[in-house]
């Protein structure tokens, strides 16, 4: 019976754990699938990411519900106990994540409405590298690899530098032409929401951290957002 007891509680470990990279692979097609609408002026594909938001709100509640569930009937301990509350916390990051996408395929539609700015094709950098964080946290919390997951918390430092660029750059175009400004705004939102992208991996990432180590990381977290002391000259 002992025996039996113990299979059926990994094997809901398992499950919730599915869920989790399940949740995370949807996030990322949702990502890139916004930033292509906006490149490429497809407002339906932008309405599709909005509508598809639903499904990752609809997962989140899942993952809540199996720890829920967990916690009742199972009281786990030890490292039991943190990968049933670290779950949890990650489907909250990878929601607001996939938030993030949908405010993006929001603004692709308007934009999709005005003429198009140069700066519009610096957008797919900063979205494949916040892409390839949440990818790569994903694997590191799905086989327990602090390293790799410690690896993706000190990328957010690159995102930020190119967050930085993209938006000296944006400040640039706008003072170039003031009819730029409209869509520049736009875009500037787009990049933040991006940029924040990243620092929900940062999140997972230290989850990861803390679900095998059972510690907190040592280190301060590396932050490189320097917007609200730049120029366009800085």
């Not at 989790?20 to 916004?34: H, N, P, T």
């Not at 490429?40 to 989140?60: G, N």
Request: net charge negative; proline share 4%; charged share 30%.
């Amino acid at each position: 019976m002992t025996v039996h007891i113990v299979k059926s509680f990994d094997e809901e470990l398992n499950r919730m754990t599915g869920e989790i990279a399940q949740m995370g692979g949807f996030v990322e097609e949702q990502i890139m699938a916004s930033v292509n609408a906006l490149v490429r002026r497809d407002s339906d594909k932008a309405q599709e990411v909005i509508a598809k938001d639903k499904r990752i709100d609809a997962l989140e509640d899942e993952v809540e519900q199996m720890a829920l569930r967990l916690l009742a009937l199972r009281q786990p301990l030890a490292a039991d106990l943190r990968l049933v509350t670290t779950a949890v916390k990650i489907a909250a990051d990878l929601e607001r994540m996939g938030d993030y996408a949908a405010n993006v395929a929001k603004r692709a539609l308007t934009l999709n409405k005005l003429d198009p700015v140069r700066p519009v094709n610096s957008v797919p950098r900063i979205a494949e590298l916040v892409q390839g964080m949440v990818k790569d946290v994903l694997d590191a919390f799905v086989e327990r690899d602090v390293e790799k997951a410690l690896a993706v918390w000190r990328r957010d430092e690159d995102v930020d530098a190119y967050y930085n660029s993209l938006f000296r750059e944006l400040l640039t175009y706008m003072m170039e032409d003031p009819h730029h400004i409209t869509p520049c705004i736009h875009m500037l939102f787009i990049a933040k929401n991006l940029e924040r992208i990243g620092d929900h991996a940062t999140n997972i990432a230290e989850q990861v951290n803390f679900l095998v180590r059972g510690k907190p990381v040592e280190e301060a977290r590396p932050k490189g957002d320097l917007t609200a002391y730049s120029t366009p000259e800085s």
